[in-house]
């Protein structure tokens, strides 16, 4: 059904839900009006642009036509006219057009002859290996395009029409989109596993033993910013993607994907007109790879992922993921499916475990009159940046010493003293800072103090442990800060790559939209656009479906630029004064916000619920007051 504009006698009416047609009134309830028939209403702005102006010779549209075919097809027009209908003087062409998707066929015609020139295809066609016309190749490019953008079929055909170019229909988008997936995911696949074999090359090179077992990071991105949530039963996600990229070089490509999808809208359309099926693989063409009701296992995926690589002649010897799922464990049950002695160790990502250390700082029970402030809410904006500061010391402590190339065995020792002196300085007792604090030289002029970015805007400078608070810093900061942490952190790898594959991922799969059907084909896009690059990427499934960019052409040229600025921005982040400007700028921001919550004392008048009526809960009866014997006897 169209939208169409209220008429008024619609706005002044409502519906309810018995279907009467009542007029409200102030308070709500039906009032004793008669209202008269409705009239018929203008029609709309989209209604007036439906009919086509007289005095206008042209409709105002736009046309997609190859240049080279146009200036061909009109040249032979003008050629075969000449000869085929020399006694007429007066030229005048109309033509007659196809559409196909977003091109055209033309056919032009002379109204002062007889003339009809033959059907042009303005557009470059696809050979076709099975029955059928050939396929226009913008169609399949236009496909292509989309996967590595957050808009579908709807958003593109919206953009076509905004822009006066009259739109393909949707059922041909979608045909076209589910045979352009299909080519993307196998050029994907071939894409990883050639990757895999190029790291197994570069160890060979560097004298490795076992050339084919590699070390990787793994990350899961689900489809959601929560895990439960409060209109669903069970896991919020219906949709994850366990992402295994290689540490073996500095560029740490993507060699492994899984995708776990609950979501089928052919299974769901049946279920709803009363057939029983069952997902997945209930009907033909399901893409749901689980039940709904099943829960998203990351120990699984790594599995999955993890056999996939073993398909390739490939083990793992080295994962390195997050503390929240379990995917190593999975890595570990596929190898040894191949090697039954084989071990997968699970390494600690240094920027998700200082993140959990932050954590249990904040839910640590400290006394909070050791942390500076006049207001409890001062107190804890202490603790907050107190918290913040240890997880920056620790993760500048293994900087320096990884920077330093310190042996593994030589920082696992230093650990017990260095975690001791960071507790003294934290105390106002520097005197073993020199020695052992190694981001501290506890001096007046080099100390750890005037390094953080932190400290100072509270006027932290001396916290008075006690002896509880103490241990339980101890405690905390041996998360990193210990033996144990340093043999899980020995390599100095993360799962940054991952995350920054799941920004990738984010762009062609949002996660306020769910893409059941193309979630598949739109991950493996991103994934070769993050290893190959947004040229390169763009041009090497171009060609796989059969629609090449012309050589020297405006397009491939702007294309060139754009995959140059995509590589300018990526290295420009990575720099080393662009990092350091960025922290002078989050320093600054941070003064900035406390002067100013200094100065203005007014709070944000937000609160959750806070105009909601609050229910009066009965207070509890005592014990003894529900005998009988307690009650006072009557006189």
Not at 581 to 605: G, P
């Amino acid at each position: 059904m169209q939208p169409r504009l209220l008429s008024m006698h619609e706005k002044v009416t409502r519906t309810t839900a018995d279907g009467l047609v009542i007029v409200p009134g102030e308070d709500g309830n039906s009032q004793p009006l008669k209202v008269l028939r409705p009239r018929a209403e203008p029609p709309s702005i989209s209604d007036r642009y439906l009919e086509k102006d007289p005095t206008d010779l042209y409709t105002n549209e736009m046309r997609c036509l190859h240049a080279e075919k146009t200036m061909t097809m009109i040249n032979e027009t003008v050629n075969q006219h000449r000869v085929s209908s020399p006694k007429c003087k007066v030229v005048n062409f109309v033509r007659k057009e196809i559409k196909k998707g977003t091109s055209w066929r033309w056919q032009f015609m002379c109204t002062n002859c007889t003339y009809e020139s033959q059907m042009y295809a303005l557009y470059n066609e696809v050979p076709s290996t099975g029955p059928g016309a050939k396929a226009a190749a913008p169609n399949l490019a236009l496909q292509v395009a989309l996967q590595d953008m957050p808009i579908g079929n709807t958003k593109a055909r919206l953009l076509m029409t905004t822009i006066g170019v009259p739109p393909p229909a949707r059922s041909g988008m979608e045909t076209t989109a589910n045979i352009v997936g299909e080519k993307i995911i196998e050029l994907n696949k071939h894409d990883m596993n050639d990757r895999l074999k190029t790291l197994e090359e570069v160890q060979k090179l560097r004298g490795y033993r076992q050339p084919n077992a590699i070390s990787t990071q793994l990350d899961t991105r689900y489809n959601t910013n929560c895990i439960v949530s409060r209109h669903k039963f069970g896991q919020a996600a219906s949709q994850a993607v366990t992402i295994v990229a290689e540490n073996v070089t500095e560029q740490h490509e993507v060699v492994g994907m899984v995708l776990a999808n609950k979501l089928c809208w052919t299974g769901a359309w049946l279920r709803n007109k009363g057939f029983d099926v069952t997902c997945p693989g209930g009907h033909e063409n399901c893409t749901a790879t689980m039940a709904a009701p099943v829960p998203i296992n990351e120990q699984q995926m790594g599995y999955e992922v993890g056999k996939n690589i073993c398909l390739q002649n490939f083990l793992i010897n080295y994962a390195t993921t997050d503390g929240d799922g379990r995917s190593a464990a999975g890595i570990q049950e596929a190898m040894r499916e191949m090697e039954p002695l084989w071990e997968t160790e699970r390494l600690d990502d240094p920027t998700h475990l200082g993140q959990g250390m932050f954590r249990h700082l904040m839910k640590a029970q400290f006394d909070i009159n050791i942390f500076p402030g006049d207001t409890t809410e001062e107190k804890q904006e202490s603790k907050k940046l107190f918290s913040l500061d240890c997880k920056d010391r620790c993760q500048l402590i293994y900087n320096t010493l990884f920077s330093n190339q310190t042996s593994i065995t030589e920082f696992g020792k230093k650990m017990p003293s260095i975690l001791e002196a960071t507790l003294d300085c934290y105390s106002g007792f520097c005197r073993d800072c020199k020695k052992y604090s190694v981001v501290c030289a506890g001096t007046r002029e080099d100390n750890w103090y005037k390094k953080s970015r932190y400290l100072f805007p509270m006027n932290i400078t001396c916290l008075e442990f006690s002896a509880n608070d103490r241990e339980l810093l101890r405690e905390i900061l041996k998360m990193k800060l210990s033996q144990e942490a340093v043999k899980r952190m020995r390599f100095n790898t993360s799962t940054q790559k991952c995350e920054s594959v799941n920004r990738a991922l984010s762009v062609s799969l949002p996660k306020n939209v769910n893409c059941s059907r193309t979630a598949l084909v739109r991950a493996h896009s991103a994934i070769l656009r993050v290893n190959a690059g947004a040229d390169n990427s763009i041009h090497r499934k171009l060609e796989v479906v059969g629609a090449c960019l012309g050589k020297g052409s405006h397009a491939a040229k702007a294309l060139k630029q754009i995959g140059k600025q995509a590589w300018y921005h990526k290295k420009y982040s990575q720099r080393k004064l662009v990092k350091q400007r960025k922290a002078r700028a989050k320093t600054r921001q941070m003064l900035e916000f406390y002067r100013v919550k200094k100065e203005r004392k007014s709070k944000s008048d937000y609160k959750k619920g806070q105009l909601d009526p609050k229910p009066q809960f009965r207070k509890k009866l005592r014990k003894r007051e529900d005998h009988a014997y307690d009650r006072e006897k009557p006189n």
